[in-house]
């Protein structure tokens, strides 16, 4: 079964803290993405990554970067956290779109931070 | 750039009675839909699809959709739900054909689906 797995399902940092999410994928995919998800506002993209070393900014993207060192791992980061980050953290993978369209993404199971 | 709207963001229903959540999107060019379902504590999970064809589209757990081009709509429908639907829906609209887009997905707000005895 194919996956893509979050190292925690919960976090708890303080203000100021320089936190690391950390994103496995098995499927040889070639996209990856971080969205951060709030009630009543959906899921927003914060960054994506097409290839190895590569990064585009999301809708959202201020006060996070990425790191794509190998293909299978994708990283959040928050330079410095603050308690407006406090949100559920969403990791997808998606192959490159061919012929026969989009495949859809597959989710991990979420990272529930809380900055305090 | 694309846009999706969920028109209810709560929909009560009884055991067993059908259920209709809403979606509307905006793009001015082609685009591929999605469902996916969210259980409690879970991540998000595909529930069905359309890129072509058909516009009546099939998926898991008895959930259907429609694609309805000229009211850029993509309904999501189940003719008798349980217990276990339970859940939080969300519609997402991407570009067709990639290119620049990498095929990000843009989603709705979610409604959610609580189902009652």
């Known amino acids: 079964d194919v996956k893509v797995t979050q190292s925690s399902r919960y976090l708890v940092k303080r203000t100021g803290e320089k936190v690391f999410l950390e994103c496995v994928q098995d499927?040889?995919?070639?996209?990856m993405f971080w969205y951060r998800q709030d009630p009543g506002l959906g899921l927003r993209l914060i960054y994506f990554s097409y290839d190895v070393k590569m990064k585009e900014k999301g809708d959202i993207p201020e006060g996070y970067s990425v790191s794509r060192e190998k293909k299978e791992r994708f990283s959040l980061i928050l330079e410095s956290a603050s308690t407006n980050q406090t949100s559920m953290y969403l990791c997808a993978s998606s192959p490159v779109i061919r012929d026969r369209g989009h495949y859809g993404y597959t989710f991990g199971s979420g990272t529930r931070l809380t900055v305090v | 750039a694309q846009s999706v709207t969920q028109l209810d963001s709560q929909v009560p229903v009884f055991e067993e009675a059908p259920v209709e959540l809403r979606c509307n999107y905006s793009?001015?060019?082609?685009?591929?839909l999605f469902w996916y379902v969210q259980y409690p504590n879970q991540g998000l999970q595909l529930l069905l699809k359309y890129l072509s064809g058909s516009t009546l589209v099939k998926g898991i757990n008895g959930f259907e959709a429609e694609f309805n081009k000229s009211q850029t709509s993509f309904h999501l429908r189940k003719p008798s739900v349980h217990i276990s639907d339970t859940a939080e829906y969300f519609c997402?609209?991407?570009?067709?054909?990639?290119?620049?887009?990498?095929?990000?997905?843009?989603f709705g707000q979610g409604t959610i689906l609580t189902v009652h005895p």
């Open positions: 793009s001015s060019v082609s685009v591929y």
């Open positions: 997402a609209v991407t570009l067709r054909g990639g290119g620049t887009s990498y095929g990000k997905l843009t």
């Open positions: 499927m040889d995919h070639e996209n």
